[in-house]
């Protein structure tokens, strides 16, 4: 384990996620790439700020599960809808892909990753 995986940590690679998706705003319409990053907004007020380093199979197993559960909105006090939460897993998964090939961070996908049930 490197020293940048236990320094990294995780807001600091959806940040530069985030980044990446605003560079694609002349490529996408407005209003998704404005969605997805609010989605990324949503997912750093979800999960913690851990270290990448301690992002293995079991963090992203509990991380995606979370939001197949739907957890309870901090504004309605109720479960997310489901689109909402669909969306904010897939975002998520799509933000592991992008973290394994990023030449930015070290983070490598756990394997057996591909298998993580998502419905």
Known sequence: ???????????????????????QAGHS????IMNRLAII???KKHHDDIPLAH????????MIDLWRSRPLSERTGKPFAASTAAKAQSEL??????????????????SHFGQISRR
């Open 1 to 23: 384990m490197t020293k940048e995986l236990e320094t990294t940590t995780l807001y600091t690679a959806l940040d530069a996620y985030a980044e990446q998706i605003g560079k």
């Open 29 to 32: 319409p407005a209003a998704f």
């Open 41 to 43: 907004r949503l997912l």
């Open 55 to 62: 992002i293995d199979l079991s963090a992203c197993v509990s």
């Open 93 to 110: 998964i799509r933000f592991f892909g992008w973290l394994d090939l990023s030449p930015q961070f070290e983070w490598i996908a756990p």
